[in-house]
């Protein structure tokens, strides 16, 4: 009967662990440096639409923070990318609050979301 309860509380301690590992955190921008490598859910809202699209090559980036010198955040979409979305991120998430899944890695050098897919995504209208 002990022996049954030890096993019992030992599953329960290990599910719970299991569990806890596959947690996202949630997450503001400015919050992303301290977040390298990790999964997160980061929510924030994109102020004034700063972005770069330098080429047809080049991904684009929008940035996140007020200003453009501010910025502490970039979510990169390869053109790929792109084109499996059913709408324009880049306008839509302008002045909007947005959620997305993923690890924060960097681009030139400032924390970054690389945005793999739609479903990734969630603007708010």
Request: aromatic share 8%.
């Amino acid at each position: 009967m002990i022996m049954k309860k030890l096993i019992y509380l030992l599953l329960i301690v290990l599910c719970s662990n299991i569990l806890y590992a596959q947690q996202e955190s949630k997450i503001t921008a400015v919050q992303a440096k301290d977040f390298m490598g990790k999964n997160v859910l980061l929510c924030d809202m994109v102020k004034n639409g700063h972005m770069d699209n330098i080429s047809k090559d080049e991904p684009t980036v929008v940035y996140v923070g007020d200003t453009y010198e501010t910025r502490t955040l970039a979510l990169v979409f390869t053109k790929d990318v792109l084109k499996g979305f059913s709408y324009d991120p880049q306008k839509k998430m302008e002045n909007h609050t947005f959620c997305v899944h993923g690890k924060i890695a960097t681009y030139k050098g400032r924390p970054a979301i690389y945005v793999q897919s739609e479903e990734q995504l969630n603007v708010e209208d």
